[in-house]
């Protein structure tokens, strides 16, 4: 008969696998085995999918891929053998009920238990119902050492179906919760009461693993943390960082209780936003194999921040900032582009783009005989600084970093093949008062992990002067938009909160700007399709949350 522990000390493994990468992310999983049999540990929890890599989308359509997956959760399972931790991993496994996205509970070198995941998400930026089957019913708790374990799987806890409650009756003594939650702004807070919900409903107390790094768009920010089952916060992980850390669990008359585990600050929303995205550039770049990475600095404030995320994210000697002077190009933007690099101490280069735009007017000039200037020829100089930057990406390998925020990809205030040219962009879901309230906050902080220097390194003129795209004579953004406070609150109304305009307008919006920027909103839905994938950070991003379709006749005529 199995001796019941009257403490269980639990690790959870708070990692950052690649998706694909099954070998890579076997051995992080034995790595953290090895700390967590160091620290005393008697289980691991592993994050979900983690052996795939969360989300692994259509890979799992691959018959090879489960396959190396399987292989891959038998070799970690005999593992086990030695006597050390027992371990509960997320993996996809493919058996006569279908794919299931599945965890493998395994001890004493065998696979003990398989649970399958019931509550299959289907929205945001989920479409797991495409390629995962959900698990036929509720199976009950895993007896590991003489403790009852329920292992609700990551949505099992998010959504209608009763599971924690259901093993809660089939006696479950503690609930272990792999997940792989991505961030948005304040995710956090609605995590802490999602669990709390249901540590109230089912009376015990829940261990919430959440998956860190960057997967394309999408940041998982870590933040692991349980609720006891009094409802009161057990323990916190640090959020953005990769952590192995041993929680002490003790039996009593009422229940397993936390003794001891981490109690990390959650940073604010400027930290955060900021270390999000700082996070899914590095993971982006490195995961895909980029040595470094070149951006257009103007002057301005988008590529200045960019800037300062990349040098952070990878260091000074990976970026390459370049300067692309036109005619339109003030004294101004040239000295704050320079004293931007020299604060960074990244590369600096500036290839004028005269003759180039000049080329091609001249060459243009019998077809457009008879027309008067305009965007076209504004056009032109964003498509050869886009030429000239995607020409030093093909040169020296360096991914295009592109800097558009979101106000901008909202309503279109951007050239495609120009500005728009790049392999990713960390700030594309930041509204531009955002870009500038996180600017403000790197002049005054350095976040952990930031490889960048301390102090001011976006110069203060480029965040008090007028935003410009310098591309005619005295141009500002507020030639063709509302102020950015205005135009963000009513892009935020639309996108996020699909807010009518009769609602917008009460907010005491004209009317007849926010029928516009509606407008502008929907006929830039082309451009936004063939956009560089960038950082998530609000509920709804471009690609992911909110998919419209580019033909549409639809207006919101109040």
């Known amino acids: 008969m199995t001796k019941k522990l009257d403490i269980l000390r639990i690790a959870i493994a708070q990692l950052n ?85 599945s965890i493998v509970f395994a001890d004493g070198g065998k696979i003990i238990a398989e649970r399958y995941k019931l509550d299959l998400p289907n929205y945001g ?16 708790p895993v007896n590991f050492r003489g403790v009852r374990i329920g292992i609700p799987i990551c949505e099992d806890i998010w959504g209608d179906v009763a599971v924690c409650e259901t093993l809660a009756e089939s006696g479950a003594e503690i609930l272990l919760v792999p997940n792989g939650s991505p961030y948005y702004r304040a995710k956090i807070d609605v995590r802490h009461q999602v669990v709390i919900k249901q540590v109230i409903e089912c009376g015990l107390p829940m261990i919430y693993a959440n998956q860190l790094g960057g997967q394309d768009e999408l940041i998982f920010d870590g933040a692991s943390f349980a609720i006891g089952a009094d409802k009161t916060l057990a323990f916190q992980m640090s959020q953005f960082e990769d952590a192995v850390d041993v929680t002490t669990w003790k039996r009593t008359d009422d229940g397993w209780v936390c003794s001891e585990g981490p109690m990390s600050k959650i940073p604010d929303k400027e930290e955060a936003d900021y270390r999000a995205c700082m996070l899914g550039l590095r ?73 180039p735009v000049e080329g091609f007017l001249h060459a243009l000039t019998q077809l457009f005989e008879g027309t008067k200037e305009g965007i076209t020829e504004e056009n032109l100089q964003s498509r050869a600084r886009g030429t000239i930057l995607m020409a030093i990406s093909n040169k020296f390998g360096s991914m295009v970093v592109t800097t558009g925020n979101k106000s901008e990809m909202s309503v279109g205030y951007a050239t495609l093949y120009g500005d728009m040219n790049g392999g990713f962009n960390p700030i594309k879901d930041l509204y531009k008062m955002q870009v500038y309230a996180l600017s403000r906050w790197r002049n005054s902080h350095v976040p952990p992990g930031a490889l960048g220097p301390s102090g001011e390194v976006i110069p203060k003129n480029i965040i008090d002067k007028a935003p ?33 305009v009769d609602d917008i307008v009460s907010r005491g919006h004209d009317r007849a700007t926010v029928a516009r920027i509606e407008h502008l909103l929907y006929i830039a839905e082309y451009k936004r399709r063939q956009a560089a994938p960038g950082v998530k950070i609000t509920r709804k991003n471009f690609g992911r949350d909110r998919r419209y379709p580019i033909t549409n006749r639809f207006r919101d005529r109040g």
């Open 283 to 355: 993971d982006y770049v490195n995961k895909n194999g980029f040595k470094n990475v070149v951006l257009g600095l103007s002057g301005g404030i988008d590529s200045a921040i960019c800037a300062a995320l990349a040098v952070d994210a990878l260091g000074e000697e990976r970026l390459r900032a370049v300067m692309m002077p036109y005619r339109y190009t003030s004294k101004d933007s040239l000295k704050d582009a320079e004293d931007c690099a020299r604060a960074l101490g990244c590369r600096y280069d500036i290839v004028p783009i005269f003759e």
């Open 468 to 500: 410009s795209a310098e591309l005619r004579e005295n141009q500002t953004d507020q030639d063709s938009l509302p102020p950015y406070p205005v135009l963000d609150d009513i892009l935020e109304c639309l996108v996020e909160n699909e807010m009518g």
């Open 17 to 101: 696998p690649t998706v694909g990468d099954v070998a890579g992310n076997l051995a992080k999983a034995r790595e953290a085995r090895a700390d967590a049999a160091r620290q005393g540990a008697d289980l691991v929890l592993y994050t979900e999918l983690f052996l795939a890599g969360y989300p692994p989308e259509d890979l799992v359509l691959k018959p090879a891929f489960l396959k190396a997956c399987e292989r891959a959760a038998q070799d970690f399972a005999a593992d086990t053998a030695d006597g050390g931790p027992g371990v509960i991993i997320g993996t996809p496994l493919k058996r006569k009920s279908g794919t299931h996205n």
């Open 125 to 140: 930026e989920f479409d797991e119902k495409r390629v995962f089957q959900a698990g036929p019913e509720i199976q009950g």
